[in-house]
């Protein structure tokens, strides 16, 4: 790994690196996970790791430098198809998740159309991370993801895809199931889609996110960074909430009234 020097005669690689190591030592203490009724199992109390007892969000002292290192992890990129919210967004949500895992399908149904009122404030960004971990049709679904997104339809396959859960590895994300979530999903090009499903660049795509999320210690899905706090699981949407009011103020940004009821992609 190539490295450019930084002040105090430390690296960027090396800050990057304790980065990685800071969050999978927060992950892995962090072993609060939400059965699908939102209830979490009991935290794991530590000396330096602040754990709520009635969420799976987990809360640090870290070095400013490493802190930074992890709101890095957001990407802010203005063509990003399975973003939305301002790159600009004072907080940005990132989740780590598979389309055959149910907590996140719980998550997609349950809690991001509550978020959406953030996104349409301006307040939030929300950046999906492809990380399969349930097999093959994890991947047909992630790579099926990559496709909608580079047609500007990500938002709305993973509305099809999350609609109900699903039996994992029993035919549900099968090519041609894939196509017809894809069309019903309004996809407008549907030879492209399945070009671009089969491309180099879809895997390049979920390598990349899922190297990144095993980098910082995810091993289950769902999980998410708000901003620098890291969040477990199919947590209410009042975890959600505080954390990012919580980011909101940290990052100066006051609250911004919003529209009750509003709903989002």
Known sequence: MSSTTSGGGRTRGTVVAAAALVAVVILGLASLTATPGGTPSAPVATPSTSASSATGSVETQMPPELERALLALARRDVDDGSATGRVDAPVVLVEYADFQCPYCGKFARDTKPQLMKYVQDGTLRIEWRNFPIFGDESTAAARAGYAAAQQGRFWEFYNVAFSKERTRNSGAFAPGKLE??????????????RADMKSAAA??????????GYRIGVTSTPAFLVNAQPILGAQPFEVFEAAIEKARLAAGTPPVASSPGVTGK
């Open 203 to 212: 895997q390049v795509a979920i390598d990349r996110d899922s190297e990144e």
């Open 180 to 193: 017809k979530m894809a069309r019903e999903a309004g996809v407008p090009d549907l030879d492209r889609f």
